[in-house]
């Protein structure tokens, strides 16, 4: 499989990331190893039964990270959206006729689970304070705070916080907010709570170097995407908490903000979503903000 020219088409006209490249890379690898052992060259002989019997081997992995057997269901789906571009773009730029086999495959064998995943307000609880190294509490911290997805989180230097007075009109507090490149190659702004600050002075305040990355590894260098979630597992694992995938710290983040009576559009722009449907499946509602907001409604409707 030669899906460099796809890589190259989402990477400069699609503006993709480069963490979303690397993915893409890797699924495309794992697949074309795949095919390569079940001895199948060409890629117009790829058909349900290829696609079907390749799932059942995701289904089958052992995975003794998590002591259970199979690849997660978003996992599953993640690598299969993968496979289902690549063929349309083959489909769209290349000479042969192809069809994509994933186009009609039903979608309960692929589809991935959009169900909102905030970690537990307890775990929570026992994972911030518990962390005793200042980098990783103020790293997770910022998670929480921030809603930034990990590869966003990396770029972050440690000037690109600016703390300022915001006073008149009513208003006398202190913002600190920075701006960070997300998908799509588009600038948005982030701000942070003064608790979270607090951290983050106290961690700034450790550092002996001139580096200008915020979040560096123990090598001096800038924490990679996988260091990082190493760091989560490895608390997790010393802190008796089950595993948590720093993605769902985003979560926990819309989560909070949402039952915290931001508006929904605000959030929208504050997660960097294209789209408002998509801001929607990070969010889960409590019984506390339904309650509320019913019987506000009921007493409007008495009025």
């Known amino acids: 499989m030669d899906f460099e020219p796809f890589l190259r088409h989402y990477s400069t006209n699609m503006q993709c990331s ?3 490249i690397r993915s893409y890379r890797n699924d495309l690898k794992l697949f074309s190893a795949y095919l390569e052992k079940h001895s199948v060259r060409e890629l117009c002989q ?3 039964a290829v696609i079907t019997k390749y799932i059942e081997q995701m289904q089958a992995i052992e995975n003794p990270r998590y002591g ?3 690849l997660a269901d978003a996992t599953i ?3 299969l959206s993968s496979l289902s571009s690549y063929f349309e773009f083959t489909r769209a730029t290349g000479d042969i006729k192809l069809r994509n086999p994933l186009k009609d495959l039903p979608q309960n064998r692929w589809k991935k689970n959009k169900e909102p995943k905030p970690v537990d307000s307890q775990v929570l609880e026992v994972l911030i304070p518990g962390i005793s190294n200042t980098r990783d509490q ?8 921030t809603g930034l997805r990990i590869s966003e989180m990396r770029q972050l230097n440690r000037d690109t916080i600016a703390v300022t007075a915001v006073t008149g009109d009513g208003e006398n507090r202190v913002e600190s907010k920075g701006k960070v490149l997300g998908k799509g190659g588009k600038v948005r702004t982030f701000f942070v709570d003064e608790d979270t600050m607090e951290l983050y002075f106290k961690y700034v305040a450790t550092r002996t170097d001139n580096l200008p990355a915020l979040f560096l590894s123990q090598r001096k260098q800038r924490m990679s995407v996988r260091a990082i979630q190493y760091t989560l597992q490895a608390w997790c694992k010393k802190l008796g908490i089950p595993h948590i995938n720093v993605h769902r710290l985003r979560h926990s983040f819309a989560t909070r903000m949402i039952n915290g009576d931001i508006a929904a559009m605000v959030l929208r722009e504050l997660m960097g979503h294209e789209s408002f449907t998509t ?23 008495k009025q």
Request: without cysteine; glycine residues 6%; proline residues 0%.
């Open 46 to 48: 790829v058909d349900h």
């Open 18 to 20: 480069t963490q979303t």
């Open 279 to 301: 801001t929607l499946r990070y969010v889960k509602i409590n019984e506390k903000k339904l309650a509320r907001g019913y019987f506000s409604a009921m007493e409007y409707h």
């Open 77 to 79: 789906g993640r690598r």
């Open 68 to 70: 259970r057997t199979g």
């Open 138 to 145: 103020t790293l997770f911290a910022m998670f929480l705070a």
